[in-house]
Every structure is written in C-alpha cells, then in structure tokens.
C-alpha cells in the first residue's frame, strides 16, 4: 500500500517536456506607403465634336442634292442647290438696270460740265446708279447663296429633305458632323465635379464593346454649370482623335474609366491581399513580424480602398513594420518565423 501511494505522488511531480514549434518559412512584406488610386466607370456616349445643320437663306426648288446619308465629304464640296432659273434672271436684270443706270450717269456728267444741267440732276442719276449698283450685288449673292457647300471636311449624318422639295429660308437640308475630333459625353456625380482637381486626374481613357483591349485617351473639354434636376449629375465632355482605323460613329456608347489619385490625407499603406485574414468576429487581422524574436503576433487591421499596389491599411500599421505576405491563416501567435525574401522587394 505504501509503495502504491509512493508511486502515485511520483507520477504526479513527473512534468512533460514541451516540445518547441518548428519555424515555418515564409514572405515578408515591408510596409510602405503608396497613393492611392480611386477608379470610376462610367456610360458614355459618342458624339461629333461639331455639328451643324445646313440650311438655305434663300427659298426655292432642289435642283441638285447628291449626297446620302453616312457619305464623307471635303470642305468646298457641294451639298445641294437649288434651281438656278430665277436667280440666274435676277441678276440678268440688275445687270441691265445697272448698265442704263451708268449710261443715264455718264451722259448727265457731260452736260453738267457744257453747264446743260444743274449739280442736282446729275447727283440724282448718281443716286440712280450706286442704288441699281446695289440691285446687283443683291441678286449676285441671292444666285451665291442658291448653292451650298460643305464648310469643313464632314461626315453626314442625316438628310432632311428629298431632292426637287420646295423648300424656304431656314429650312434644314442636311446634318454635318465633324469627325476629325470625337466628343464622349457622360453624365458625372456632383461629388465628382465639386472635388476632383485637375492634378488629381491620373488617366481617362474610352472603351468598346466591339474593340476589346484597347483603351483611347480622352481630354477633359467642358461640363454644364447646372445639375440635372433629377438625376442631381453634371453633363461632362471629352474629346479624342477619330482612329484611322475605326469606323467610330456619333451615338455609339463607350465604357469611360476614370482614374483618379487620392487627395494627400488618402494616402495609404498597403498590403498583399493574401497577407489579410478574418478574425471571428468579422475584423482583419495581419501578422506582424519582429524581427529581434523572429517570432509573429496578430494585428488588427482597418482595410481602405484597394490600390494599384495591394489592399490599403487606413489603421493598424506603421510604416516599416514587417507583416507576413502569404499563409497567415496557418500561423500562431508567437509562432517562429524564418524569412525566406528581401521584404523591400515586395509588390
């Protein structure tokens, strides 16, 4: 019985040896500080940087209209007259009151100088002639302004009119646009337009359904001075050079990235995203490295706006420090840590 009791109490001094965790290889990620970038999408729509409806100022028959609708021309080129007869007779007939009007003038001036006439009657027939001078230059430009021409080198967009229409003053003929520069409308947030400063702007570029993989940098032109009453948006524009090799058309719809870069108090630290793990109640956490124990303890964490250059930390981190890069969800607290990179050459 005694040697029982003996037995007992030597079993229960015995203390088991701790058996030390092995050190787990991994990356280390330095801690740096990077400015974030903020991206936004938006729909646009694809517009003729200029356009303008042609019309005649004088009224009349169409006589010529050659153009079709999607059809290219140069500046100079004709769009459409209008038939000529009566304007060709104006100008017959001012041409004819204009040179009896000179002959009246010119036999006058001669008997004012024989003293036939007096200084009255010759400047009545001068009246006669600079008034018949004007007739004519009227009827000229009526006959002018029976033919128009395209004002710059333009697409066509739309035919209002048929040919051999009658057609009036301020009529519209056709719809010109001005391909040589594009146009992207958009519709922008107030937050946008009342904070984004030019420095800010990093990059705005257009995008394509139907031209996967390339991106077209656009210039920032205007934006309206007034919301839209409803949506509480801003109409912005920008402008881009019509690809050669495109055939892009007003009224397509374009994808406008817009990126920006975050204000000086956004700046962010980053991390890998692999280097952040969900603690049990929905928190994040890191684990952080010290390098003079080579050992690892949990950190929480405030996650911000992802960047270019990883997930940005808004809390919980200092420049410098040292988390670990991959695999933190196989790590313990206080687990040894061998480090198998340079941490200054992450990301």
């Not at 128009?148 to 040919?163: E, G, Q």
Request: charged residues 25%.
């Amino acid at each position: 019985m005694v040697t029982a009791i003996c037995c007992l109490f030597a079993c229960e001094r015995e203390v088991v040896p701790v058996v030390e965790q092995a050190v787990r290889p991994a990356k280390l990620f330095k801690v740096s500080a990077h400015e974030a970038v903020v991206r936004h999408q938006f729909i646009g729509r694809l517009d003729a940087a200029q356009t303008v409806d042609v019309s005649f100022e004088v009224e009349g028959v169409l006589a010529a209209l050659p153009l079709r609708e999607g059809q290219a021309v140069a500046r100079g080129d004709l769009l459409a007259a209008l038939d000529p007869t009566d304007f060709d007779l104006a100008v017959r007939e001012a041409q004819v009151q204009s040179r009896l009007a000179k002959q009246d003038l010119e036999r006058r001036a001669a008997l004012f100088k024989e003293r036939g006439i007096s200084r009255s009657a010759l400047d009545e027939a001068q009246a006669v002639f600079d008034l018949s001078q004007v007739r004519l230059d009227q009827a000229e430009a009526r006959l002018e302004k029976s033919r128009l021409t395209a004002p710059f080198d333009a697409f066509v967009a739309r035919r209002y009119v048929d040919n051999r229409s009658k057609v009036t003053n301020g009529d519209k003929i056709l719809r010109l646009s001005d391909l040589s520069e594009l146009k992207v409308t958009v519709s922008l947030p107030e937050d946008i337009v009342a904070t984004v400063t030019q420095e800010r702007v990093k990059s705005i570029t257009a995008e394509f359904d139907f031209l996967p993989g390339e991106k077209f940098p656009l210039t920032y032109r205007e934006n309206t001075g007034e919301a839209n009453a409803v949506a509480q948006t801003f109409m912005a524009s920008f402008t881009m050079p019509r690809p050669p090799e495109h055939n892009l058309l007003p009224g397509m719809t374009a994808l406008v990235q817009l990126e920006l870069n975050s204000s000086d108090e956004q700046t962010q630290i980053a991390v890998p995203p692999t280097a952040i793990i969900s603690a049990p109640d929905g928190q994040f956490l890191v684990w952080v490295y010290d390098p003079l124990t080579h050992k690892v303890s949990p950190r929480r964490v405030v996650v911000a706006e992802p960047g270019m250059r990883g997930v940005g930390i808004s809390d919980g981190l200092e420049l410098g420090e040292l988390v670990v890069a991959a695999g933190a969800s196989q790590l313990q607290e206080g687990m040894r840590i061998r480090v198998i990179n340079d941490p200054a050459n992450q990301l």
